[in-house]
């Protein structure tokens, strides 16, 4: 079984920058995939980004062509950061640590992020 901890989030300044990390712990595997999705208030869940065991990376086209956002990993430790500059009000969401391996998605809890203006 697998356990994720998100941590960061809260109230942020528009224009300011986000950070979260989340912290795995549990039956993990070498090989995995590590990202964040979020939920916008009436949205669906969208990813953000995610991280592969290889430091491979992807964004989501919603965030990847503003160059905004970076995503990271210490897989020694098993956390994975997201940092998002520039914040704006459409950020406002429900973020998500996830951890894939073997096809199984484990999910964190959940951190509120809400964009002040």
């Known amino acids: 079984q697998v356990q994720l901890v998100e941590s960061g989030g809260g109230l942020v300044q528009a224009g300011g920058s986000l950070r979260l990390s989340c912290a795995a712990s549990g039956n993990i595997f070498t090989s995995n995939t590590m990202g964040w999705y979020r939920q916008a208030p009436g949205e669906q869940c969208e990813l953000v980004a995610f991280i592969a065991s290889d430091e491979s990376t992807y964004y989501a086209s919603s965030v990847r062509d503003q160059g905004r956002v970076a995503i990271s990993r210490d897989s020694a430790k098993n956390t994975v950061n997201l940092r998002m500059d520039s914040q704006e009000a459409q950020d406002t969401a429900v973020y998500y640590c996830?951890?894939?391996?073997?096809?199984?998605?484990?999910w964190g809890q959940g951190a509120q992020v809400t964009v002040s203006s």
């Open positions: 996830n951890l894939e391996q073997f096809g199984i998605n484990c």
